[in-house]
């Protein structure tokens, strides 16, 4: 699942040598995780996880990522720390690849969201935008509307293998989300990936937001419409009104949304769920050799899709 | 790699509250380990490994590896020692799989094997050897000579595709060994699958013992054969004597070698070669969509099993 690349145990020792962390315990892959190479990292200092970022991720993005890490854990985001080491760096390289060393963070990702998860993170996710709002870099999200056409384009021959009519179903709504995307919406940093495995809980508490390698600078209320998407429907796909009001409820008393916002949703949510649909529909299409995982469902994405589509309001939401 | 079942948060707060090791902090799937699922579980209490045993294991076949571990690492040997719950067991189930949490050994292991290396290898598994003598139970060798015929047959059809008259080949030399292999050399419990990736290391030292999920007993010396296969060969596949001299006096200054044992090293090691030859080449002819792993490769194999068969005595390996 997520060990792209080996490292040497010799060059491991000399790698964290550069930290100041104590000497390396242990060192174990860690089965999580898709893009990137991660292993939790034992040393006399404490337990670390130690990334190395494979091709997916565009080495050009990553002082933004890390940046933004410190950024927020600096004011009291849970996220993960990047260590920096004795030169002052926070990026590295190692086995050939760019490497970081970041805190551990306590907790499990819930693998049953309950409304109560879902109250923690909409005000986690509100938390998190408003501690990005200082953060001086800026990385334009490039899996928005812009993105979607040619992603569809590059599926346009196996959509209806996938479900008889997606092709011209998904076409349509292409057209539909482009001419009505809004663009004057507030914005700053978002999560963009807010899933429940990148979420982990401790006795109930959120304890953990990590993974922040899709954030980029975008509407705030396209990061609440992908937690909709995330964390309100049930395994048969059905949406979980309860767990919706409860995101939103506990988003909106942290970072209150405008009328433009909430108006704006039931199509944020549309958009949101083409996007990881066509992500979906782009991997099961053109599997890869080196990601050993089972491409996740689109038609999973399709329901939603779906819903959002039919929704009349944001009342739909629990919100009015 | 390694994660085949999925453990809710829940079951596993539930699970881990039967033992004394306080509440569970973290919980990461490990991407090592082919046939098992394993977690590394942080607790209040400490480290520790958790496994949930899958289809390739026998349920029957637990209390034999957990009872050794336990027997072992209460005789200095540096292996998993299996925690009881409340109830005083070490075998429990969790998501529907029979479950244990054993010790976390610090360590890691050597990606690339040196002299000093094989040198603490043998050590070890000499001690291994001499403290699992009075280890009650048995475990028959269910991957010895008599099970290697039904594995051939089973290969027959494809073993060509793989090597032009492999077939033939691996025909001739089951004939050999079968005729060959001795029954009376020293025996009791022996590792079986004492591969590099199974002992770890610390500042050179070696620091531990794992997996005994192929533990059986048999000749002590087949087992230095299996080790010898594992760590005395370069990745192009030609055979270090300076790595096999030390990795043999290291463990005869533990365990003297009898004669009978010096003669029969060559087969032994042949039949070594033999059984992981026709193992790899099961899984190569008989892929399973469950274990997402590149198979190894079975002509590695056939490069040792040439080896030994044209060695003309125990003095190829460095001793006399």
């Known amino acids: 699942m997520a060990v792209h690349t080996e490292v040497t145990d010799d060059d491991l020792v000399a790698f964290v040598a550069r930290y100041d962390i104590g000497a390396v315990v242990a060192c174990k892959g860690i089965a999580e995780g898709i893009e990137n190479t991660n292993f939790l990292l034992s040393t006399d200092g404490g337990t670390f996880v130690l990334t190395l970022y494979e091709k997916r991720v565009r080495e050009d993005d990553l002082p933004f990522f890390l940046g933004l890490m410190e950024h ?13 080491d004795r030169d002052g760096e926070m990026l590295s390289r190692l086995s050939g690849r760019p490497a970081a060393i970041v805190t551990f963070l306590a907790g499990m990702w819930p693998r049953r969201a309950t409304p109560d998860h879902c109250a923690e993170v909409g005000a986690a996710l509100a938390r998190l935008h408003v501690a990005g709002a200082d953060f001086p870099m800026t990385r334009a999200n490039d899996l928005s509307v812009a993105a979607w056409r040619p992603l569809l384009d590059s599926c346009a021959g196996g959509a209806d293998s996938v479900a008889p009519g997606l092709g011209g179903e998904l076409a349509a709504e292409m057209d539909h989300l482009e001419a009505a995307w ?3 919406l ?53 949406f979980n ?15 209150p949304f405008s009328a ?28 890869s050799d080196s990601v050993l995982v089972t491409p996740k469902d689109p038609l999973e994405y399709l329901a939603k899709l779906r819903f959002h589509r039919d929704v009349r309001g944001p009342g739909a939401y629990g919100l009015e």
């Open 72 to 84: 927020l854990a600096a004011r009291g985001i849970p996220c993960p720390t990047p260590v920096h």
């Open 182 to 184: 809004p663009s004057d």
């Open 186 to 238: 507030a914005g700053g940093v978002i999560h963009a990936d807010l899933f429940p495995d990148n979420v982990f809980f401790r006795s109930g508490a959120l304890s953990g937001l990590i993974d922040f390698y899709f954030a980029c600078t975008d509407a705030f209320a396209y990061d609440v419409a992908i937690c909709l998407n995330a964390w309100c429907f049930e395994d048969d796909r059905t």
């Open 241 to 255: 009104a309860t767990k919706a009001r409860r995101l939103l409820a506990a988003y909106r008393r942290v970072r």
């Open 260 to 287: 433009a916002e909430l108006t704006a949703l039931p199509l944020l949510a549309r958009g949101a769920a083409l996007r990881f649909l066509l992500t979906r529909l782009y991997d099961r299409l053109h599997p």
